[in-house]
């Protein structure tokens, strides 16, 4: 029985680099797979971990159909045992659907790696949607910190190193090049969920002092 398994947790936690071990691990035992990706951090049709690791992908837009690609290369005479398919926090609900489509109709098994929540804390779209129909939900077990050295749970967008809490759900960052005034820099840091609340960052962190940090009123002695 092939499975459609989503593979999530916060930034840091190794999902891209998961994503690629499982295409080398499959590929390894001879069988025959294709990746997929959306709005990787280093471009279009590549899928890169942050250790370095990368491999050449297909790009999924929004008005890429999943079931369409996969029938076409069967019919033609291709073999598919597996797809690999990262940042599915960026696909559209409707290509969730056809992925499980897939592995319902075609026995091919789906494996999917994506955060579940924004910057605002709310769910992405294809997220939720995987969540809904995936056979299995894996939480991945690299577990990264907040700069308090607590266990991160949430993601946080910085721009031009303030944080922000409003603003457009995808947006591009830790991307390689230089702050300029009109191309402000966009940068993204896994928090704690009490420093999340606080919109306490690292660079924050040691430079002034959030009145929620203190349980109790400042009092005059």
């Known amino acids: 029985m092939a499975d459609l398994v989503f593979f999530t947790g916060p930034m840091d936690c190794g999902k891209s680099t998961l994503a690629l071990q499982m295409d080398y691990t499959q590929s390894s035992h001879e069988r ?17 971990s942050r250790i370095g690791l990368s491999q050449p992908a297909i790009e999924a837009g929004d008005d890429f159909d999943f079931w369409e690609h996969v029938v076409g290369h069967l019919t033609s005479g ?3 045992d597996y797809l690999i ?17 897939i592995v319902d109709d075609l026995g091919i098994d789906v494996f999917a790696f994506g955060i579940l929540s924004d910057f605002r804390t709310e769910m ?14 894996e ?4 577990q990264p910190l907040c700069w308090c050295g ?10 031009n190193g303030v944080m922000v809490v409003e603003g457009s759900q995808v ?19 896994v928090l704690c969920r009490k420093h999340h609340r606080q919109q306490l ?6 430079q002034e002092l959030h009145p929620d940090q203190l349980p109790f009123e400042n009092q005059e002695k």
């Open 124 to 137: 992405f779209p294809g997220s939720r949607r995987l969540v809904e129909l995936a056979d299995r939900v």
């Open 85 to 101: 398919c990262d940042e599915t926090q960026f696909f559209v609900p409707d290509q969730i659907d056809q992925l499980a489509r």
């Open 150 to 159: 607590a266990r991160a749970t949430h993601n946080a967008r910085t721009i």
């Open 171 to 189: 947006v591009v960052g830790d991307v390689a090049g230089s702050h300029t005034d009109d191309v402000p820099t966009v940068r993204y840091e």
């Open 32 to 48: 025959v797979g294709q990746l997929f990706t959306r709005f990787d951090r280093a471009g279009a049709a590549v899928i890169t």
């Open 139 to 142: 939480q991945l077990q690299v």
């Open 78 to 80: 291709g073999r598919l």
């Open 201 to 206: 960052t690292k660079a924050r962190s040691g």
